[in-house]
């Protein structure tokens, strides 16, 4: 079975610091791997994604992540963080079976942004 | 945010009671899910749906049921709702055919049932 483990429940850094946060995941194939943020209140907004190709992906809001298949890792990064960054951001892998989108997410990594 | 809409986005229900919560999409998008959240958990799959009339379980669907009779709704049931179902609920849509990845899935600002 799959799963994803992000191994930082809450995380803070100081505006304009970088940032970096983990997921490692568990799939036995090639993963289909997701990060998403969801402010308060809100639903999730998809970040960026991985499928193939190129291992270091570019998201949205300044967002990169990188695709470690040695380490079954998919860290998110941001050189320089904004205070409007504050959220929950998810790690999710999904499975390539060519219909429906069956996710398996994170618990989660709460970002607090300190001024 | 893609055309989803989620009511009510706020709900307290009583133990014993049952509850519905509605999902509707504008995006024709074959594919519609629930999940539901909870600290500590993330999101997990309760149910989803590959088709009007059309549905399957996912990891957490214990005292859940669902129905789809038209494309742009799926409803989430809660037949006896139980504490333990408090929670955020989310419903998010996809479909490969129209966005050319498999697995992208767009979601719903959330439902919060509270279970007292």
């Known amino acids: 079975a799959q799963s994803v483990t992000q191994p930082d429940i809450h995380i803070t850094v100081s505006e304009g610091a970088s940032l970096e946060l983990r997921c490692n995941y568990s799939y036995g194939a090639t993963p289909y791997l997701f990060w998403y943020v969801q402010s308060p209140g809100q639903g999730l907004q998809l970040l960026l994604k991985y499928f193939s190709g190129d291992t270091l992906v570019q998201g949205i809001k300044g967002f990169e992540a990188e695709f470690k298949r040695s380490q079954s890792s998919f860290n998110l990064r941001k050189p320089s963080v904004h205070w409007s960054d504050a959220a929950e951001y998810f790690c999710a892998v999904g499975a390539d079976t060519g219909t429906a989108s069956k996710l398996t997410f994170g618990t989660g990594t709460r970002l607090q942004v300190t001024l | 945010d893609a055309g989803i809409t989620q009511s009510p986005r706020h709900k307290v229900t009583e133990t014993g009671t049952p509850v519905t919560l509605r999902c509707h999409q504008t995006e024709n998008h074959r594919y519609m899910y629930w999940y539901r959240q909870d600290p500590g958990h993330g999101l997990r799959l309760i149910h989803y749906?590959?088709?009007?009339?059309?549905?399957d379980k996912g990891e957490v669907s214990d005292g859940y049921s669902v129905s789809r009779s038209k494309t742009e709704d799926f409803l989430l049931t809660l037949e006896s709702a139980t504490s333990s179902q408090t929670s955020v609920y989310f419903c998010?849509?996809?479909?490969?055919?129209?966005?050319?990845?498999?697995?992208?899935?767009?979601f719903g600002q959330g439902t919060r049932l509270t279970v007292v």
């Open positions: 749906s590959y088709g009007v009339k059309d549905t």
């Open positions: 998010a849509i996809s479909d490969p055919a129209r966005t050319g990845r498999n697995t992208e899935a767009f």
